[in-house]
């Protein structure tokens, strides 16, 4: 029997996990973390619909926690076998699951101490240490080459041009008739046309079934200059004596952004010493883009032959101590303070924000996907207040999200991406978005000669 499971990221845009099984053989494409509010991070939590020890193999599209969050508790249920991603996504990989499990374990133990669990002894999700024993079972793999991952399936990486390393998933084997069928995995698929990274890619043959993301189905990012964006509103915030903050993931958003800043210093409107890098992931994440030259785009190598790239140790102000992030405090000049996380649900940006938020002269500028229940999501539609640290923050500080700069291509992108492929796809399943997205995505799809996408829901199974 062949098939294939559904198991995340089903009608949510966190938690992706896709189980492919071929009599004993049995792998999943990716094995993400939930992020949200308590309802889908409570999903962590649950069993798994599979055992960990009789997996073969995992095949990662990108680095992302809601992608490879979940990885160390796999490993620590008894998960043995290769982790498979590309030779780029191996340092960002580790970054951000030794962050994970520490993260995880310093959040367990303030549970503990202010008693905020319902658990007497708050445990958590998984440790450092597991995260440590995840590293050691990845296997780097190349772009454009045929791999094997078992006897009789093959797997294939195409660039998807989301973050550094990022990849679509071609996966051939035989199905339950004894003839070879493709599935491809589009990962998430980034934008066209954008700095930083080549553009997302074609696969290499005509898929006989498509899983696609449809994080932005709905959404037409229209043309934007993220530049010009920025511009505006640094020099209308520093105007009035205020501060910029731009919560970024420190994986992709960040570096972008960096970019785009370095732009705004070569035209003589910012002074590189009024921007601040506070994210000891985001700086070791932007040494990694800087190194992985075979990555880059046109645009981004004559930047770096320039040294003005943004990306450079020397070009703006690097906090890597707790120490220097908290002298930001009493800096009284205006500054931009580029922090992780992107959601606002952790990290530095979150004592930023505690500080800046009832500050009118203040403005935060997000640059990312914000999913339900965050709080960035709370910000960006308009909350009045918020929680940080149980204590309640007025909100005066001006909020803006910069669409732009999204790392998920928008729907005509999406369908661009699609019409790219060698043949059209006789299934297409949608995933990694929510409902009304999806909905808008497999209409224009079918509009445009598609075979009408199914939207899976987790457990949904079907034939190989």
């Not at 509103?233 to 520093?238: S, Y």
């Not at 000049?333 to 930023?352: D, E, Q």
């Amino acid at each position: 029997m062949s098939e294939v499971i559904f198991s995340g990221a089903c009608g949510t845009v966190t938690g992706s996990c896709t189980h492919l099984r071929w009599g004993k053989t049995s792998i999943l494409v990716d094995c993400g973390l939930y992020q949200g509010d308590d309802e889908l991070e409570q999903r962590n939590w649950r069993r798994f619909s599979f055992r960990p020890h009789e997996l073969d193999a995992v095949i990662l599209t990108h680095a992302h926690l809601d992608h490879t969050g979940l990885l160390p508790r796999l490993v620590a249920e008894g998960f043995e076998g290769p982790i498979y991603c590309t030779k780029a996504s191996r340092g960002l990989v580790s970054l951000i699951l030794q962050d994970a499990g520490h993260l995880q374990e310093e959040q367990a133990r303030y549970a503990r101490k202010k008693g905020y669990s319902v658990h007497k002894k708050p445990k958590p999700l998984y440790t450092a240490k597991d995260a440590v024993r995840t590293l050691k079972l990845l296997k780097p793999r190349v772009f454009d080459h045929a791999h094997d991952v078992a006897p009789g399936v093959t797997f294939r990486y195409s660039r998807a041009g989301h973050l550094l390393g990022a990849g679509s998933v071609e996966i051939r084997a035989k199905g339950s008739d004894g003839k070879h069928r493709t599935w491809l995995f589009s990962g998430d698929v980034g934008r066209y046309g954008v700095p930083i990274l080549k553009d997302p890619e074609p696969a290499y043959s005509a898929p006989d079934s498509l899983v696609l993301e449809s994080t932005y189905g709905d959404r037409d990012h229209k043309e934007t200059n993220p530049e010009r964006e920025f511009r505006k509103t640094i020099k209308k915030v520093f105007q009035r004596g205020g501060t910029v903050v731009i919560p970024a993931f420190a994986l992709g958003r960040t570096q972008e952004v960096l970019y785009h800043l370095a732009g705004l210093v070569e035209s003589g409107d910012l002074d590189p010493k009024d921007v601040f890098l506070d994210s000891p992931m985001a700086i070791k994440a932007t040494d990694l883009y800087r190194q992985a030259k075979d990555e880059h785009d046109e645009e981004l190598a004559e930047a770096i032959e320039r040294e003005m790239s943004g990306l450079g140790p020397d070009r703006f102000n690097r906090c890597r101590s707790v120490e220097q992030s908290k002298a930001l405090n009493r800096r009284r000049k205006p500054a931009v303070i580029v922090a992780a996380s992107g959601m606002a649900t952790g990290g530095r940006v979150v004592h930023h924000l505690k500080r800046l938020l009832p500050d009118e002269r203040a403005a935060i500028v997000f640059v990312g996907y914000q999913a339900g229940g965050t709080r960035g999501r709370a910000l960006v539609n308009g909350a009045q207040t918020v929680a940080i640290h149980r204590e309640t923050v007025r909100v005066r500080a001006e909020i803006s999200i910069l669409h732009g700069l999204s790392a998920h291509g928008d729907g005509p992108e999406l369908q661009r991406w699609v019409e790219s492929l060698p043949g059209r796809p006789k299934r297409i399943f949608l995933n990694h978005g929510e409902d009304p997205a999806r909905k808008v995505l497999a209409a224009e799809l079918e509009q445009r000669g598609f075979a009408r996408p199914a939207l899976p829901y987790s457990g949904t199974t079907v034939k190989w």
